[in-house]
């Protein structure tokens, strides 16, 4: 079992940068792919990024390629979103998501997932 708690989301203006960061407890965090995900106002879920256990692997979604960045600490059992050059389009509510795969980039392989972070992006 693990439960995520993320935090860093706010009001930000475009070309603005946020971290976000979740939390995870348990021991067994770093046999845990991760995962970034975000829904926006009418839309549904999408993933945003993903990073494998050991943090060797990283996949972005097109839409954040080179702007985000997906990092992991497995020895504070945190995951974080680097987002640079914020837009107005990425505005959502930001979720981290826990895997038992060592990667997964599809949303029905995660297992367990935060209540979610606000990021509002202001023109």
């Known amino acids: 079992q693990v439960q995520l708690g993320e935090s860093g989301g706010g009001l930000v203006q475009a070309g603005g940068s946020l971290r976000l960061s979740c939390a995870a407890s348990?021991?067994?965090?770093?046999?845990?792919?991760m995962g970034w995900f975000r829904r926006a106002p009418g839309k549904e879920r999408d993933i945003v990024a993903a990073?494998?256990?050991?943090?060797?692997?990283?996949r972005y979604a097109n839409s954040v390629k080179g702007r985000f960045t997906i990092s992991r600490d497995n020895a504070k059992n945190t995951v974080y979103l680097q987002m640079n050059s914020l837009k107005p389009e990425d505005t959502a509510v930001y979720y981290c998501?826990?895997?038992?795969?060592?990667?997964?980039?599809?949303?029905?392989?995660?297992?367990?997932w935060g209540q979610g972070t606000q990021v509002t992006v202001s023109s």
């Open positions: 998501a826990a895997s038992v795969r060592v990667f997964s980039w599809s949303e029905g392989y995660y297992d367990y």
């Open positions: 348990g021991r067994t965090f770093s046999s845990y792919g």
């Open positions: 990073i494998s256990s050991s943090g060797g692997s990283t």
